[in-house]
């Protein structure tokens, strides 16, 4: 390695640290929609809706930033994502007390800027850690990013439902300004990381091209069903566990989410450590069709302990379907810069905005019209997971397609 090569341990500490913070962050509401519920009066849909917006507004970003990112550097971009994140955080907590007599308008609001700076960081994280020099970085580094991904889904769940309970769920905010706080100072060590060279634009593939390639179109629908069967479990799960199942908030958050979570990070750390192992589009067909299995547990089983389980599983199953889509369609087209890791993490954040808005809609819809002596909204929440099983046999089907069209080359241990 030359000595005048910049050294990127702190851009990889930067991205890893961001990473944790957009998952955490984009993830902190679906932990806060009992509260919301109880304390406001917030319906179902409305929940469903607010979990659409912060995902359209991460697609928007998506779309949106690919071509200012390429134009101005990623520099700009990195910082002013970590205060955005920060002022959504804010903004959220601040809701009931800024406009209290119509407190879901400004929780819109909020949502609308926090999906919009995690979209952007999305966009950012993964091509500048793909991006590194091989001898600093490889497909290993790009994961272990992504399994930081995991690390935010466990500390939002677990510090938040602990703090719920330590402290009661009409302080709820004080959760959130804490959350606030961290953000703020990973801007400051971006601030002076060393960042990758962008992919000059007389050697990126036009978008137009982009747009009408077969790879990048399946790779489109592969990660929309992939993204929503690992997320959905994440919006969804919380609200499922403690009213669908009748499990108490906390026991369901740590034993249910916590477990999703670290099983997230685990399957990411071992394809991290065995790569050379393992070929992606095998792991993400395996992955689909086990979801699949997993998700008719969370839906049937007489047992809530068996779908604490199932919900580990699907952590684990899906550890692959979002990252190696992006890994599979990246190196089968390379020369498309920042843009393909937008569009592809938009697709994602699309997928997981429709059927999240879906999911409410259906639980309101069967709640509505749940049979006389059966609670309501634990009718209509284990209706809409039955339906979702449809998520992870599309994911499947896309997969399966992909392969045909991307086969991925394992890597060559050296």
Request: glycine fraction near 8%; hydrophobic fraction near 55%; aromatic fraction near 14%.
């Amino acid at each position: 390695m030359n000595n005048d090569s910049p050294n990127y341990k702190r851009t990889l500490n930067a991205c890893n640290f961001g990473g944790f913070l957009q998952s955490a962050t984009m993830n902190l509401p679906p932990f806060l929609f009992i509260p919301l519920n109880q304390l406001y009066g917030i319906t179902y849909t409305q929940i469903g809706f607010l979990v659409f917006l912060n995902f359209a507004a991460q697609f928007g970003a998506d779309v949106f930033f690919g071509h200012p990112i390429n134009k101005y550097g990623y520099r700009p971009f990195c910082i002013s994502s970590q205060f955005a994140v920060a002022f959504g955080l804010i903004l959220l907590a601040c809701a009931p007390w800024l406009l209290p007599d119509n407190v879901f308008l400004l929780l819109v609001i909020a949502i609308i800027i926090l999906g919009a700076a995690t979209g952007l960081m999305e966009a950012l994280l993964s091509p500048i850690t793909k991006a590194i020099p091989s001898e600093n970085s490889n497909d290993a580094n790009f994961m272990i990013m992504h399994t930081s991904f995991a690390g935010g889904i466990f500390a939002a769940a677990l510090f938040t439902s602990l703090m719920l309970y330590v402290f009661g769920t009409e302080m709820w905010q004080l959760v959130v300004f804490l959350w606030a706080i961290l953000p703020l100072a990973n801007a400051f060590m971006f601030l002076k990381a060393p960042l990758p060279a962008i992919l000059s634009e007389d050697k990126r593939m036009k978008i137009g091209q982009l747009l009408k390639n077969w790879v990048f179109i399946i790779s489109f629908f592969a990660i929309f069903f992939g993204a929503s069967t690992e997320l959905l479990i994440v919006q969804w799960g919380s609200s499922y566990l403690e009213e669908g199942l009748g499990i108490p908030k906390m026991v369901g958050d740590i034993g249910g989410m916590c477990l999703f979570a670290a099983m997230l990070g685990l399957g990411r750390i071992l394809y991290a450590k065995e790569e050379a192992r393992f070929n992606l589009n095998n792991l993400m067909i395996f992955g689909s069709l086990a979801c699949v299995l997993c998700y008719l547990v969370v839906a049937a089983a007489p047992n809530a302990w068996m779908v604490l389980a199932a919900f580990g599983f699907i952590g684990f199953f899906s550890c692959m379907l979002w990252t190696g889509t992006l890994i599979v369609a990246a190196d089968s087209l390379p020369n498309t810069g920042v843009v393909i890791f937008a569009l592809l993490a938009g697709g994602g954040d699309l997928g997981t905005a429709m059927i999240g808005q879906a999911v409410g809609w259906i639980s309101d819809f069967f709640a509505i019209h749940a049979p006389a002596g059966v609670q309501a909204q634990q009718y209509g929440l284990k209706a809409a997971i039955s339906v979702a099983i449809v998520v992870p046999l599309l994911s499947l089907a896309f997969q399966v397609i992909l392969k045909k069209l991307a086969p991925h080359k394992r890597r060559i241990m050296r």
